[in-house]
């Protein structure tokens, strides 16, 4: 075992000080060490995306980051975007397409459709598609997932006329 | 699936990263994005006892206009490159193929350098240095050279660069005037690795071809260059019959391996469609007063 570091993490706004051995996935250092578990955890190499987080804004995978290479930033996990009775626009939406079934790569497709709206226009389906490439969900066909963006990008543009 | 142990040193300059790397002998591997790394570590493929992560160093992560080049810090994510002003302006070529690499939440962490030191034979950067006649600048703790990336992709996985040097900077020559270009792919999903993906630019002046450079990936251990289809073009100008006898080049030049996802006839095939749609793109573009 190598020696563990003292690092502190911001995760959902909250700072968190441990000692971690380097080996130490974020995702685990999530689910394991600060009790979130909302962040899922599918192939272990960066291949389903049901880990997705945001590290500094920005959507990552965290099972291909160490939790110390996190020391000093901010992470966001699902369990910032809303809780039940008070969920997100990007939630409810989901909520009411049924853009969920079994719910295991929900996490990461919430986090990753968050990065995608701030980022690109999402002007069609197919961009929407394109952008949830990397997120494997084996229930729903993806069909009803890019609705449910596609219908927050529609009341975005609708609030922005 | 967790990595196997080892000591993590955090570099704050590339001197530092360097004195480390020196120190560890082959049994360091430098972190920057490690999209590619990290997999590998899961699965125990690789047990480096130390990791030095770069990702610190933040000078090492620019886009900047030099004269006739680009210069890009071996740090520059993928997201940077794809959404880069100045590689739209004067390398559209790879801002197009940059929405091809891997999926946004991999784009926001892999880096350039990463990505043309793992070499993976599929990927498109190692292509686009290829095509775009990139040089890469390295140094170690003892030396600083610069290599062509015409040399630097030796087997699958695998180019000339020491276990102690790293990867600092990456230039690209401009695409000259009346430059059109064209870059083709397939992939069996969105940002998976090619099957089969071919790149071309071409330079006309006065209704020919001055300049013709084509180059593929995913059909052989490391990308590389059409050099015969390439020969073909220069002087001509471009028709159908000359677009049938680069596609039948570029055929003759390779030896594609089969795997779970594509036979060797099949990528063989695949890379002459795509060489020729390029080309013909390069060409249409040329003449539409190019880049």
């Known amino acids: 075992m190598s020696r563990t570091r003292e690092i502190a993490v911001t995760v959902n706004g909250s700072v968190h000080c441990a000692a971690v051995e380097p080996r130490l996935l974020l995702a685990d250092f999530l689910r394991h060490g600060l009790g979130l578990t909302g962040t899922h955890v599918g192939c272990e190499h960066g291949v389903c995306g049901a880990c997705t987080v945001l590290l500094d804004g920005d959507s990552a995978r965290s099972c291909l980051m160490f939790a110390v290479q996190a020391d000093g930033r901010s992470v966001e996990t699902v369990e910032s975007l809303g809780r039940i009775g008070q969920m ?74 | 699936m967790k990595p196997p142990a080892f000591d993590y040193v955090v570099a704050d300059s590339l001197d530092m990263a360097a004195a480390a790397l020196a120190e560890a002998g082959d049994e360091a591997k430098i972190i920057a994005g490690g999209q590619s790394l990290v997999p590998m570590l899961n699965f125990r493929l690789l047990r480096p006892s130390v990791l030095v992560d770069i990702n610190r160093i933040t000078r ?11 210069r890009i810090g071996a740090l520059t994510r993928h997201f940077q490159l794809e959404t880069s002003a100045l590689v739209a302006r004067h390398l559209p070529v790879l801002s197009c193929a940059m929405t091809h690499v891997a999926h946004l939440a991999i784009r926001n962490r892999g880096t350039i350098g990463g990505s ?28 600083t050279r610069s290599i062509a990336a015409r040399d630097f ?37 969105h940002g998976d690795f090619a099957l089969a993906a071919a790149a071309a630019t071409l330079t006309v002046s006065d209704g020919a071809i001055t300049q013709a450079r084509i180059a593929l990936t995913g059909v052989g251990p490391t ?18 019959g000359l677009t049938a006898r680069v596609i039948a080049a ?25 060489a020729g749609r390029a ?13």
Not at chain 1, 147 to 157: L, M
């Open chain 1, 88 to 161: 997100n626009a990007l939630q409810e939406s989901f909520h009411a397409h049924h853009a969920l079934q079994c719910g295991f790569c929900t996490p990461g497709m919430l986090m990753t459709a968050t990065d995608l709206l701030r980022k690109y226009p999402l002007a069609t389906d197919a961009e929407i598609r394109a952008g949830l490439s990397g997120n494997l969900c084996r229930c729903t066909g993806y069909e009803h997932i890019v609705k449910a963006i596609r219908a927050v990008v529609a009341d975005r543009a609708g609030d922005a006329k």
């Open chain 2, 60 to 70: 090492l992560a620019f886009i900047e206009e030099a004269g006739e080049t680009i």
């Open chain 2, 116 to 143: 043309l030191s793992h070499a993976d034979p599929a990927a498109e950067l190692p292509m686009l240095a290829l095509l775009l006649d990139a040089t890469l600048d390295v140094v170690s703790a003892a030396v």
């Open chain 2, 153 to 189: 992709f030796v087997e699958a996985m695998t180019v000339d660069l020491g276990a102690d040097e790293i990867v600092t900077e990456i230039t690209l020559p401009k695409l000259p005037q009346h430059t059109g270009w064209g870059f083709e792919e397939v992939a069996r999903r």
């Open chain 2, 223 to 240: 990308p590389l260059r059409a050099s015969e289809a390439e020969a073909l073009l220069v002087g001509e100008a471009l028709g159908t």
């Open chain 2, 250 to 274: 570029v055929r003759g030049a390779i030896e594609p391996e089969t795997d779970l996802h594509a036979s060797s006839d099949y990528r063989r095939h695949l890379a002459g469609v795509l």
């Open chain 2, 279 to 291: 080309v013909s793109a390069a060409w249409r573009r040329a003449n539409e007063g190019g880049a």
